[in-house]
């Protein structure tokens, strides 16, 4: 993507995919990108002769504030249409086969998220997952983009139903095609990959003649030259760098206390002593309680009476 042409602020290879994943929710995921999100989703769609959608609503805006502490992965993008099936939106710059497990159980999450116990499976509505990712997840196929759905094992024209369809976009083979089906798709993926300057050259036929890449890539100035954006993402790096320290720091001290106790049940109450441990440590840092619980996995109540 064209993020990776201020490289100045990135510090590593590691730190550049971080910034990549930031902005790219940032992109689709702001209220008032709404046009921008319905852009790329129906250029998604035109390329397998689907839709097009006239309209979309974000369900997870993207904030500043909450960006400092959302989980590492938080990079999917949540969206409805005018007819209410979901959208989620993915990229993930780095993976493996597993991205596949991970991709159903977001589309379980989201279609299952649709109604309550008890309620009516009339309300449940179709779910469209997009991931956008840049390894290769998929060995014996060598297209850009590719879209499952619920088939017969035999027949593979009888659809089960629609309310399950899943697209990947890779961006590792589209370096090497250069093309999909689709102009409009084309041009964004394009963009995606465009990293530095000499590559920017090439792709000024694209700004010229499709203005939401060409939008896009004006946020793309803005973002980078905007202070407080730039201190948000920054604020992020060191959050998830010392929830990393802290974690690890955490882990090798409780299995020490384990191992030196000489006891069958050391270890498990040296890993337990670990996350108490961890837990008053982020306390005194300024992490809130229920983050501290998701990432040390203790009860909210426990983590009251620890820090006590």
Not at 51 to 70: A, W
Not at 208 to 229: G, M, Q
Not at 259 to 267: Q, R
Request: aromatic share 10%; glycine share 4%.
């Amino acid at each position: 993507m064209v993020i990776g042409m201020n490289l100045a602020l990135l510090s590593n290879y590691e730190m550049h995919l971080s910034y990549q994943r930031f902005f790219f929710r940032y992109l689709f995921g702001k209220i008032g990108h709404e046009h921008l999100t319905l852009d790329f989703i129906n250029s998604v769609l035109g390329n397998m002769n689907m839709g097009p959608i006239s309209k979309v609503i974000i369900q997870n805006p993207f904030s500043l504030k909450e960006s400092v502490t959302d989980k590492e992965t938080v990079l999917d993008i949540k969206a409805e249409d005018e007819q209410a099936c979901s959208y989620n939106i993915e990229m993930q710059v780095q993976g493996s086969a597993l991205f596949t497990h991970r991709s159903l159980y977001y589309w379980a999450k989201v279609y299952s998220s649709q109604i309550k116990n008890g309620e009516s499976y009339k309300k449940l509505l179709p779910v469209i997952c997009i991931n956008v990712h840049d390894f290769r997840l998929l060995k014996t196929d060598d297209r850009v983009h590719t879209c499952f759905l619920l088939k017969e094992f035999i027949d593979n024209d009888m659809l089960l139903t629609e309310h399950e369809m899943i697209h990947f976009l890779c961006l590792t083979t589209f370096r090497k095609l250069r093309y999909t089906c689709c102009q409009q798709l084309d041009d964004w993926l394009q963009w995606f990959i465009c990293d530095n300057e000499e590559a920017m050259k090439r792709i000024d036929t694209i700004l010229e003649r499709n203005p939401a890449v060409k939008e896009a890539h004006d946020l793309y100035t803005h973002f980078t030259a905007d202070k407080a954006l730039m201190e948000r993402y920054e604020a992020r790096q060191k959050y998830l760098s010392d929830l990393a320290t802290i974690k690890e720091e955490s882990h090798d001290d409780g299995y020490t206390l384990g191992k030196a106790a000489g006891l069958s049940i050391g270890e498990t109450n040296g890993l337990a002593k670990g996350k108490r441990l961890m837990a008053v440590a982020m306390y005194k840092e300024g992490i809130d309680v229920t983050t501290i619980s998701r990432v040390s996995g203790l009860a909210i109540e426990e983590i009251e009476e620890i820090l006590k």
